[in-house]
């Protein structure tokens, strides 16, 4: 996505969600952890979850909206719907 399809106050707050990594149903984040070698030397690594920019339909505003979730939370909104996982995000206070 290039930077230049947000104003500046909405890439801001995309950029942040982009960049920290985290699912905005789930809130699934990067966890931390060592790696063990053959020898047992440890080193930190990191594992980061799949996350994706997805856009749905939602048809009681008439619009689309755009979010940043992990492969298992587009699960849940196909199991659940969309209307009711974005009105979970907002009542945890996330603006959709």
């Excluded at 809130?27 to 931390?32: A, D, H, N, P, Q």
């Excluded at 030397?41 to 505003?61: A, F």
Aim: proline content about 2%; aromatic content about 8%.
């Amino acid at each position: 996505m290039s930077h230049d399809q947000f104003n500046r106050n909405d890439y801001h707050s995309v950029y942040t969600v982009l960049m920290s990594g985290t699912c905005q149903l789930l809130g699934k984040r990067m966890s931390f952890g060592k790696s063990v070698s053959h020898s047992h030397r440890r080193t930190n690594r990191t594992w980061k979850p799949n996350i994706q920019r997805k856009r749905y339909w939602l048809p009681s505003e008439r619009r689309y909206v755009r979010l940043t979730l992990s492969t298992r939370a587009i699960k849940v909104i196909d199991r659940r719907g969309i209307e009711s996982v974005v009105a979970e995000i907002r009542r945890n206070g996330v603006k959709v």
